[in-house]
């Protein structure tokens, strides 16, 4: 048993490191008012970052998935919301037509996603199925009409969506059947009856774009469906381990980046004559923040690890995004605290990651839902 | 023993109950998105007795009890915890060390317009490089003639910018640090007083709990003050 990455690996944590620092992190205010950010995209697509596990054959990097974790784990510690821009994009915005999609299909689309020229989007969930996306009677109901389908129904919380060039949209093609009667179509951005609803407030992520998305009517030709009918909550559901995995590395950047910030304020603040690190209340709640992080540390690069070998981690994606999430909530609220009054203001960086925790218990399978998939497989 | 709320104290919590939900709650989120604190409401509070709960009625106060002013606070957080506060540091933070330490000239001059909701209170305690170790503080008051000359800034003034009426501690004797430190009663229109700009605190971009009123304060200058050195027990 090794604990150790290889060379390769370390050296693209080391690339990733530096361009969060240097080209992420003087973008971080603008984001914070809700700018989303292109142009930094548009870097990570020169550098390859867009389609890190894509096959070169389809413009990717060709790299593993482990390099892909490990790239949203260094991005996340400087900037949660690109952290999940990457992850959305790729795992559930480009992957399914990598591994659904037809020739032509990948020939179309995948490559100017994979460079970053395009951006991904995933329109699974509606408003009355959320964590229960089987009960997905999908109101959004498309109907085949000779080369085409029409579309209509509505999704909502779509990361990424007013910004996607791509879509991924789940819609039922065969209501009886429930579920599998799920059907998985490419949509592009301006086609008709394409109706993009306006960005959500949200507490945290503000430089994400989180919207919900409604078809009128939208016509998409028959060239366009992913898969064959009926196979979308198939398609939906297969790469969802690997999304898990990518927002616990991404819960396990915000928690490295807010005890970053923890230390360095504790070692350098004094009070009753010594600097608060060495004061045993402050010193010890550092010593179990950095306990946690080391265990979801561990847990999340297992599964990434598992996924790379194409071994079954359905169990372990949950566990580590289950932890890891819990961990980036519970070190930011005691990052917050190491700070004081000053934690409170926006002044100083930790209330952004104490706000950007909280969702990564909440998507990509709430905790509840991880909790039953670990049960389930116990 | 009894756990059981007096009549009194009943009626309290059904009339504040009432105004938070009629008066408070509607604005709550709107105050809070806008970072806004709403003067009027606490007029209203006032008129109801709200601003002086504890305080005898020879201050201005309507001469209930401490039970009576956590109710009030209770219930004016269950709807907006901005409210809560900006009463909870007019009345305990700044109110209190008047009532108790004050001499009675000063309870009549301070604590009286403060009771009746024309003056608002606040507390300056911490100081950039003093929170938790508040003995730690540099905030000093020289006396020159009959004033004192107090310098040093102190932050996170909960109430700052909209009060008229501070305590604020300064050390009159550094040598003996805790046990040196005095407290004043400082007006908003004192010379040499400035307040810093707001902080923007966690809720007020995320519009979920909001509280609008947290300021700095500094203390620039000269500061003149009450004759005598009202010295607080240190704290």
């Known amino acids: 048993m090794e604990f150790k990455f290889t060379e390769e690996h370390e050296m693209m944590r080391k690339m990733v490191s530096a361009f969060a620092e240097n080209e992420i992190t003087p973008h971080i205010e603008a984001m914070e008012t809700g700018v989303f950010p292109k142009t930094v995209l548009q870097k990570m697509g020169e550098l390859g970052l867009m389609g890190i596990p894509i096959s070169e054959e389809y413009g990717g990097a060709g790299m593993d998935f482990m390099s892909y974790i490990i790239a949203i784990n260094e991005i996340s510690k400087v900037s949660p919301t690109l952290g999940v821009i990457l992850s959305v994009h790729t795992s559930v915005g480009t992957n399914p037509i990598v591994y659904f999609g037809t020739e032509e299909q990948k020939r179309k689309y995948v490559p100017k996603l994979a460079a970053g020229k395009n951006l991904g989007a995933f329109c699974l969930t509606e408003q009355s199925s959320g964590s229960d996306a089987a009960s997905l009677k999908s109101k959004a109901v498309a109907v085949k009409e000779g080369g085409e389908y029409r579309i209509n129904g509505s999704k909502v919380f779509i990361t990424n969506g007013g910004e996607a060039d791509v879509f991924i949209v789940f819609a039922s093609t065969d209501p009886q059947k429930g579920s599998k009667g799920i059907s998985a179509f490419v949509v592009e951005k301006g086609t008709p009856g394409l109706i993009i609803g306006k960005d959500e407030r949200k507490m945290g992520l503000h430089g994400s774009s989180t919207v919900q998305v409604t078809f009128e009517d939208m016509k998409v030709p028959t060239a366009n469906l992913l898969g064959k009918e009926g196979e979308g909550f198939k398609i939906a559901m297969a790469n969802l381990d690997a999304g898990r995995i990518g927002i616990a590395a991404q819960a396990l950047g915000i928690a490295e980046g807010a005890m970053k910030h923890a230390v360095q304020y504790a070692k350098g603040r004094e009070q009753f004559g010594k600097p608060i690190a060495e004061q045993q209340g402050i010193g010890f709640k550092l010593a179990e923040m950095a306990t946690s992080i080391e265990a979801s540390r561990l847990l999340v690069y297992r599964a990434a690890y598992l996924r790379s070998q194409g071994l079954n981690c359905g169990k372990e994606a949950a566990m580590a995004k289950l932890f890891a999430s819990r961990t980036a909530v519970e070190v930011a609220i005691e990052a917050v605290q190491v700070f004081g009054g000053y934690g409170y203001t926006t002044e100083y960086p930790v209330e952004r990651y104490f706000r950007d925790a909280k969702v990564t218990e909440i998507y990509e399978g709430t905790s509840e839902i991880q909790r039953m998939v670990i049960s389930k497989n116990l | ?235």
Request: aromatic letters at 8%; hydrophobic letters at 35%.
């Open chain 2, 1 to 235: 023993m009894q756990f059981k709320l007096t009549e009194e104290h009943e009626m309290i919590r059904k009339m504040v109950r009432d105004f938070a939900q009629n008066e408070v709650a509607p604005t709550a989120a709107e105050r809070d998105e806008e970072e806004r604190f709403d003067r009027e409401i606490f007029d209203k509070m006032a008129e109801l007795g709200l601003t002086g709960i504890p305080w005898p009625e020879e201050y201005g106060g309507i001469g209930s009890d401490y039970l009576a002013y956590c109710i009030a606070i209770e219930e004016l957080s269950r709807v907006c915890a901005s409210t809560g506060v900006t009463l909870s540091a007019h009345t305990s933070l700044a109110g209190w060390p008047i009532y108790k330490f004050g001499t009675e000239e000063q309870k009549q001059k301070y604590l009286r317009p403060m009771a009746q909701g024309e003056k608002i209170g606040a507390y300056g305690l911490t100081e950039p490089s003093s929170g938790s170790d508040a003995g730690g503080m540099r905030t000093t008051a020289k006396l020159v003639g009959d004033e004192y000359v107090i310098s040093g800034s102190k932050i996170f003034i909960t109430n700052g910018g909209i009060a008229d009426t501070y305590v604020v501690f300064a050390l009159t004797d550094p040598e003996s640090k805790q046990k040196g430190t005095s407290a004043f009663i400082i007006e908003k229109d004192f010379p040499g007083f400035s307040v810093g700009k707001k902080r923007r605190s966690l809720e007020s971009v995320h519009h979920r709990l909001r509280k609008s009123s947290l300021m700095s304060a500094v203390f620039l200058r000269k500061i003149s003050l009450e004759k005598k050195e009202k010295a607080l027990k240190s704290r």
